[in-house]
């Protein structure tokens, strides 16, 4: 059992890999020339672990979820804080960094959008890696706390389940000096197919 | 002289980038949409010559929405706009009659290419 589950933990981290990597180039792809991405960590934590960490965080951000439905179902949240959309807004468009004052539907779509290119690309990691064919529903944006956020995504799982594991990575864009956070998490039902990768490492 | 075209996109910021630079080529951008479902109905309504249209959207996603803009005109020139490599569904895009689709994040002049081409307005190396 204990065999398994680290070679399920080997399968998650594999896709987190690929997935940070197809992630970073469609990103940098976004905010145009001239960014450059530096991932910071990319980790394993638990349900409480995760919560705690996002509560202690007392900025607003603003979240992009969405479900990659299909085969091996995952959640997926990209977050920036809420003053940092700003600057993600110029970057998208073109403009130059401080001309977008005020969060408006613009704002808020530029962070729909990030998160929508983002888990597209994910998506992308288990139909050419794997043959996992997963769709991406169209993204769901909040605006809040980051703690309130982060429950918000977790709120379907915890409702099952005190524990789980979620794939968490964080990056910069250092000309902008913009943190990103981007979480994937595993649905109960992607367990038979992560079985499934790890038999195959 | 400057041809009509309809932008599908739930995304406002995606809309925009692409009107502006559907315009600055000289075209007019005669609607907006930001789902399928209204996307059809402003078809019926505006008659455009050139649809951009996303994949994933809510309401009625592109897939959906491009069999109906074509059920309505069998000609409708309709160029899909999608996330990274969703490639099951522009392959679906393709087969039901897209005439060409622009991947996100894009280039403008990816943009311009792909609307003019469907048009019948691309230069050879476009």
Redesign the interface.
């Given at each position: 059992m204990g065999a398994d589950k680290k070679k399920i933990d080997k399968a998650i981290e594999l896709i987190a890999k690929l997935s940070i990597d197809?992630s970073s180039v469609?990103f940098s792809?976004?905010v145009k020339q001239g960014a450059r991405i530096v991932m910071e960590n990319a980790y394993m934590a638990n349900i409480s672990e995760a919560t705690a960490k996002a509560y202690s965080q007392d900025s607003e951000v603003v979240g992009a979820f969405i479900d990659l439905e299909g085969d091996a179902p995952f959640k997926f949240l990209f977050y920036v804080q809420d003053t940092d959309s700003l600057v993600l807004?110029d970057l998208?468009?073109r403009k130059e960094v401080g001309t977008t004052k005020e969060f408006d539907?613009?704002t808020q779509?530029?962070v729909?959008?990030v998160g929508?290119?983002l888990?597209?690309?994910i998506?992308?990691v288990f139909?050419?890696d794997f043959q996992i064919?997963l769709?991406?529903?169209?993204p769901v944006v909040l605006h809040d706390f980051a703690g309130t956020v982060f429950e918000e995504y977790l709120v379907d799982i915890a409702i099952e389940r005190n524990e789980v594991l979620i794939i968490e990575s964080q990056f910069n864009i250092v000309q902008s000096n913009i943190k990103c956070s981007m979480f994937l998490l595993p649905y109960p039902g992607s367990e038979k197919v992560l079985n499934y990768i790890s038999k195959a490492l | 002289m400057g041809k009509r075209i309809l932008v599908v996109d739930d995304a406002p910021i995606i809309r925009l980038m692409i009107k502006d630079i559907i315009e600055y080529h000289g075209h007019e951008v005669v609607g907006e949409a930001c789902n399928g479902l209204e996307g059809v109905q402003m078809f019926k309504e505006l008659k455009p010559d050139l649809v951009t249209l996303d994949i994933i959207m809510p309401e009625k996603d592109g897939i959906e929405a491009l069999a109906d803009i074509l059920k309505l005109d069998p000609d409708a020139k309709v160029v899909m706009v999608t996330a990274i490599d969703q490639r099951e569904s522009l392959m679906k895009a393709i087969r039901l009659g897209a005439a060409d689709y622009i991947v996100k994040p894009f280039e403008n002049e990816r943009v311009i290419s792909a609307v003019e081409k469907a048009l019948g307005l691309a230069t050879e190396e476009q």
């Open positions: 197809k469609a792809k976004i807004t998208i468009l539907l613009y779509s530029a729909q959008e929508n290119i888990a597209s690309a998506s992308n139909s050419a064919a769709k991406p529903t169209p | -």
